[in-house]
């Protein structure tokens, strides 16, 4: 019971499947692991991808690609035509796709095709091909002719055959812009140099030829039509000319200079009406002004009067001003000094009174005379005023006239205009028409290429060697994320949640170590005794670690009772408990090794001998189970064996039974170790059944064989015997491979060097012993 407590702490103590550290992101050492696990796969499928390039390289014809390049060049045409504004990178852009269309246009294929005489071509029609195009060609040969109800046709006329060969043309033809520049590029690839280039170069001169057609059909087209729209214009335009030169006459609408003579009249007597009422405006002016100095008396009317220069007696009235001016100064001096009443100053205001008198009638005078100016001056007004209003009523009956007049000048002008206009095009047209010049230019002439342009060797390894690599990579790790089975000790950890014991190395049957082309399925007797004839193989230092394990958990049994089991059978189960008991004996412990799978007993067919009393005769008919034993007179190795004489299906009552459990009571008094040989776990139940029997059980699992997932179950299922389980060998270990499954760091790894550790030491031992 102690023994079984401390098996479930340390069960406790490690859970099955622990999730790994998730703080790494990304497990580096773990992806260089299964990379270098999964090398060998990745390589393999590496090689036959290359291979595989290599023959598609090798049944795969060339295919040879030449090439033109044709400049649109607006100045070959600049002597010939006008010049046009800009174009905005939007129209080069347009004009730069037309042509290129009109490059991979079918009208151009069925002109090479015409000039190459290609619809005749064997090797343009029927090229060799691949063996993925042939493949692909006879399966759509054969849909076709299932389509057609089998009936077999005549043969392709001689248009269709163009159309064939002008399809083939556009398929194989790549024309494009260079760049933003004005040149276009015309690939075609054929497998047949001379004849990639002879078409490369035949499409250049279809599409400068089709140039100038396109060019000389549309002048022509444009000089016809021009040629029919003058005579119709010349027509029109002259009788409109006649229309409008009758009405004229007929309207008397005379034009001297341009102008009509009524429109001239009238005209000249505006201008005098102008005049004259600017010289009423005038006039009136001047009398108005003088009329109201007369009124201001004729005191006031000298002293603010200013005697104008154009009347004939100015010059005597300013005297006469100046004159009153002086007199009124000094009587005004005298009257200050000596009084009004002084002789002088009374003769001095007789005087200025008589001058002030005889300035008054004179500008009452001149107030007269510019009253007349400005009467003359009304009546012309007037009189120009009539005459304007009646040559507008004469004029307005003749401006309805040449209202019509202008409209039928304005449409024969029109008419006129649009035939110079006309008149001009159709010379332009005619000009052009015979012009033998293109807006193209070949800058790169196509020439026979020299090299094939596919398949790319250098590409098609590459990509084969790549494809290669990743279905490989995907073969790994397809491979890796099915792997189920136990290949290091940290799986039986992570899976089981109990101790890993170590490794047993995959033997032949004659117990040598290694790769053996055969596993030990039905080993012979050499392989029992593996361990004590090679004690110094990685083989025996497993089973020694196991017994080390053992004698630490069982330390307080004198005598311990240790059960062998594996979850299926052919997992080498037997080979090593024979071996280990074996081991027990060499080092001088008295051991006995019971072969208690009585259904199988594959320990028992292996004996050399055949027993005559066994396990089964002694649960069954009560014999001294002593008296079955075979002794190995060479380890001192106790044997109860099973028998192989019949065949048991209550195996699980015997070996549960109080008979068994006498015998293993018996048993414990004459023997340190009694190791037992159980069946597998699983669908028998004899296993289970000797749990209580048992104080440990070792488990035997084979290595890239035995299910993670069903040894778990098996043990979670099985509480007696996972509690007793010290932990798990894995058995028939490919030492080769068990370094690929090992993380970097691991004890895996260096498996190698342990082994010539053992080797060296052994020599060692043999040449000291020599």
Known sequence: MHQRNFALDRRLAVTPEQPEDKDQFIDLDRLLNIAWRRARIVAVAAAIGLALGIAYLLMTPSTYTAATRILLDENLTRYAQEERNGSGPMQIDTMMSSEVEILRSSRLAHSVVAELDLHRNELFLDPPMSPVAWLRSQIRSTIASLASSGEKGAGLSEAAQIGRAAAILQANLVAERVGR???????????????????????????????????????????????????????????????????????????????????????????????????????????????????????????????????????????????????????????????????????????????????????????????????????????????????????????????????????????????????????????????????????????????????????????????????????????????????TGDDVRRALGIDFLGYLPLVAKDGSEGDAAAADEDPGPALLKLAVNAPSSLFAETLRNARLVADVVLQEKPSRVIAFASVLPREGKTTVAANFAAMLAASGQSTLLIDADMRNPGLTRRLAIEPQSSLVDVLLNGHDWREALLVSRQSGLAILPATTRQRLSHTADLISGKAMRALIEDARGSYRYIIVDLPPLGPVVDARAFAPLADAFLMVTAWGTTPRALLRATLENEPQVSGKTLGAILNKTDMAKLSRYGSFGGAERYMGDYADYYLDGAAGRHAASG
Do not use: C
């Open 181 to 487: 520049s004005f040149a276009i590029e015309v690939r075609y690839s054929a497998k047949d140099a001379a004849l990639a280039g002879a078409i490369a170069r035949a499409y250049a001169n279809q599409y400068l030829a089709d140039q100038l057609n396109a060019n000389f059909d549309a002048t022509q087209q444009a000089t016809v039509w021009l040629q029919s729209r003058l005579e119709n214009l010349r027509t029109e335009w002259l009788a409109a000319s006649l229309r409008a030169e009758r009405f004229r006459a007929e309207n008397n609408l005379t034009a001297v200079s341009g102008e009509l003579v009524s429109d001239q009249q009238l005209s000249e007597v505006n201008e005098q009406l102008i005049l004259a009422q600017a010289e009423t405006a005038n006039a009136r002016a001047r009398y108005q002004r003088f009329q109201a100095i007369i009124e201001e008396g004729p005191e006031q009317a000298v002293l603010s009067a200013v005697i104008p220069t154009d009347i004939a007696n100015s010059a005597s009235l300013n005297e006469l001003k100046s004159r009153y001016l002086n007199m009124v100064e000094r009587e005004s001096e005298i009257s200050e000094r000596f009084g009004e009443d002084h002789p002088q100053a009374v003769t001095l205001r007789r005087q200025s009174a008589d001058l002030s008198r005889q300035i008054y009638q004179e500008l009452q005078q001149v107030t007269a005379s510019y009253r007349n100016e400005y009467e003359v001056a009304q009546a012309r007004e007037q009189s120009l005023r009539d005459n304007v209003g009646a040559r507008t009523g004469e004029n307005s009956v003749a401006g309805e006239a040449l209202v019509e007049l202008r409209e039928l000048e304005q449409q024969s002008s029109a008419l006129g205009t649009l035939y110079q206009t006309f008149l001009a095009r159709y010379e332009e047209a005619s000009q052009q028409q015979t012009f033998p010049i293109a807006k193209a230019r070949v800058i790169s002439e196509a020439s026979n290429p020299t090299r094939p342009s596919a398949p790319s060797k250098t590409l098609t390894l590459g990509l084969a060697l790549v494809l290669g690599m990743f279905a490989g990579t995907g073969i790994g790790a397809v491979q890796e994320f099915r792997e189920r089975f136990f290949r």
